[in-house]
């Protein structure tokens, strides 16, 4: 897998060990189990892997390391803010707006909990005084949020809200006016464009961080406020164009400039991926499609902390070789499979750049599986050839997201968590090309009992070789918090484990306990020697794998998460314990309402699938 051996649990098979079979799951007392690094397959092996997981590279921290700021929220920012809530004619009194403590310990905690997970905001720069107080208030409210203060989080929510919706309506007024009274009515002047460019970018990082807010909580008022912002932060960034011009490299621009250009652009792509994110857990059609982003990628990390002119000059020389657009990007991806020089001729993607590209892909996905139905592919011919092409661009992917040096596996790589969430979206895009969740709809409700009835109505898996890569990808993806210890991760571990990883680990929660549950029925009416003995050993290594990761969960805190069972191997109780450790993973994380919602869920889902376990144990007697 690419992990070191502090990673590696002893009975933990390695990647060519699944697939290849080389030495045996549980290794005899003389046997040393070598860093997955070293047991990586040969290029002409490649091609007959079923699934590429990601490989580290090493010493990552030599490259540099996120810096976040200590900032301080003066009266005069106060002052400011309050101001602007009186322009906005939102009545409030001074004594009831959050102190300057108070803003200063939110407007850290947004840097602190959401800046990693989508840097849009250049920290080297960033001054308070320079930033208009809409977007003060709606980092403030995400701030408050991360430091578990739900209360005045909502107070600040609305208090951004109103004001956007007031500068927004004000800016609307004005070009109305120009339109109708104004004797100049040419769109063309180049003032005027820059100054509406502007107003246009600061709405959409408004809208942005509301809708990152409003997503995740549980009051239904707040929820339905981030689909009604969708329209508004996908019109700001198709108006200020999702196209850039495909000039030839000139020489270096100014340090500002480039500023400028790479947190708008940055801004519109994580836009784009937030909005794709709503489509995977909420089930809801694309708002933006990838197909309509003309853009650079965004720039690497080096480039983006460094924090002087002279030391981004020494970065940034005009004879690199700048981020590919994104549909060049895409289209290497689709053909590097095929072409795998096409892969490694082009610039090395920054950490970003493969984050974005995934989601497109995961976009793909969604929109291959809603486009080939029943009624369209009869015989799914389409939909496999489909399937198979965005499987061999996943490969590519793989490949293309090791050659960064700022990949990394670790969730504690100094360099942010966005390689570490992307490995999170690579096991979701393959879990959705083995089953279509999302047309499940989970998310749909808040409610953690309909929750656990949809999954429960969810019908068991077919088995075969060809959903071994998603198994394989959502066992890997249980095994790391388990190493790191299921109470740790789930208390203290969410500035790497974000809300995407949540919503992963409820798909791979699911997949897994899905499949556990058709071979635990295979097993009974025919014994697993009776398919392709190939497949046979895979599909055994694997519930001897997930069987290690579940008695590891289990008995990981100062008392076992639950009783010890008679048949630790047993798919079926394997099936429910896979749910019990991603909802305790999950729920544990308290800061987003949704994910104790989500985790409750799970926990009902596998009580009713241990008492079915049990009352079966007890009629077998």
């Known amino acids: 897998m690419g992990l070191s051996t502090e990673w590696v649990l002893p009975t933990e098979p390695s990647i060519v060990q699944i697939f290849a079979g080389e030495s045996r799951l549980n290794p005899s007392p003389g046997h040393t189990t070598r860093d997955f690094s070293q047991e990586q397959p040969s290029h002409e092996s490649h091609s007959q892997s079923l699934s590429q997981l990601p490989i580290e590279r090493e010493n990552v921290a030599e490259f540099g390391v996120l810096t976040l700021p200590i900032l301080r929220v003066t009266e005069d920012h106060r002052n400011r803010l309050l101001q602007a809530l009186g322009d906005s004619q939102t009545t409030i009194s001074q004594s009831a707006f959050p102190s300057c403590h108070s803003l200063t310990r939110f407007v850290n905690g947004f840097f602190d909990g959401f800046y990693p997970h989508i840097p849009v905001v250049h920290l080297p720069t960033f001054r308070l005084e320079d930033t208009e107080p809409e977007i003060i208030l709606s980092m403030a409210a995400i701030g408050a949020q991360y430091r578990h203060e739900h209360r005045k989080a909502v107070f600040l929510f609305y208090a951004a809200k109103s004001t956007l919706q007031r500068n927004t309506q004000e800016r609307e007024r004005k070009e109305m006016d120009r339109r109708l009274y104004s004797e100049d009515t040419s769109p063309s002047d180049p003032d005027r464009q820059a100054k509406q460019y502007r107003e246009l970018m600061r709405e959409a990082r408004c809208a942005l961080y509301l809708i990152a807010f409003a997503t995740w909580q549980s009051e239904l008022d707040i929820v339905r406020e981030a689909f009604n912002l969708q329209s508004l932060l996908a019109r700001c960034v198709r108006e200020c164009h999702l196209v850039e011009p495909q000039e030839p490299q000139q020489d270096p621009p100014s340090w500002q400039s480039w500023i400028q250009e790479e947190m708008d652009r940055r801004l519109k792509l994580f836009s784009y991926c937030l909005l794709n994110l709503h489509c995977i857990a909420f089930s809801t059609p694309p708002v933006i499609l990838s197909d309509e982003i003309q853009l650079r990628l965004p720039c690497s990390c080096f480039e983006w902390i460094a924090p002087s002119p002279e030391k981004w000059a020494k970065v940034y020389k005009s004879g690199n070789a700048r981020q590919m657009y994104v549909q060049e990007a895409l289209s290497h991806l689709m053909k590097g499979s095929k072409e795998p020089q096409l892969l490694n001729s082009q610039p090395v993607p920054s950490p970003l750049a493969n984050y974005l590209l995934l ?14 139905n029943p009624y369209t592919d009869e015989d799914h011919n389409l939909l496999n050839h489909q399937k198979e092409t965005i499987r061999n661009a996943l490969h590519a992917w793989t490949s293309q997201w090791q050659r960064a040096p700022e990949s990394s596996l670790d969730p504690r790589n100094p360099n942010g968590p966005v390689t570490f969430t992307s490995t999170a979206l690579l096991g979701l895009a393959y879990v959705r090309l083995a089953l279509n969740i999302g047309s499940y709809k989970i998310l749909g409700t808040r409610d953690p009992q309909e ?3 949809r ?9 075969g070789p060809h959903l071994l890569p998603a198994i394989l990808h959502a066992t890997h993806a249980l095994s790391i918090p388990v190493k790191l210890g299921v109470n740790y991760v789930a208390r203290s571990h969410a500035f790497v484990w974000s809300i995407q990883h949540s919503i992963c680990g409820l798909e791979f929660a699911i997949f897994l306990s899905k499949w556990l549950f058709c071979i635990s029925n295979c097993q009974k009416t025919r014994p697993l020697d009776g398919i392709m003995l190939t497949h046979a050993e895979h599909e055994s290594r694997l519930i001897s794998w997930i069987s290690d990761i579940v008695e590891e969960g289990r008995t990981s805190g100062d008392e076992d998460l639950w009783s010890r069972p008679t048949a630790s191997s047993n798919c079926s109780y394997l099936a429910f314990a896979v749910v019990k450790l991603w909802a ?28 079915r376990f049990v009352s079966t144990l007890v009629s077998d007697q």
């Open 451 to 453: 929750i656990a009835n």
């Open 584 to 611: 305790r993973l999950i729920r544990g994380n308290e800061q987003w309402a949704i994910l104790k919602v989500i985790g409750e869920g799970l926990d009902i889902y596998a009580d009713t699938c241990e008492k």
């Open 359 to 372: 989601h497109a892909l995961i976009q793909r996905i969604m929109l291959v599986q809603q486009a080939f």
């Open 455 to 463: 999954l429960l109505q969810m019908p068991r898996l077919p088995a």
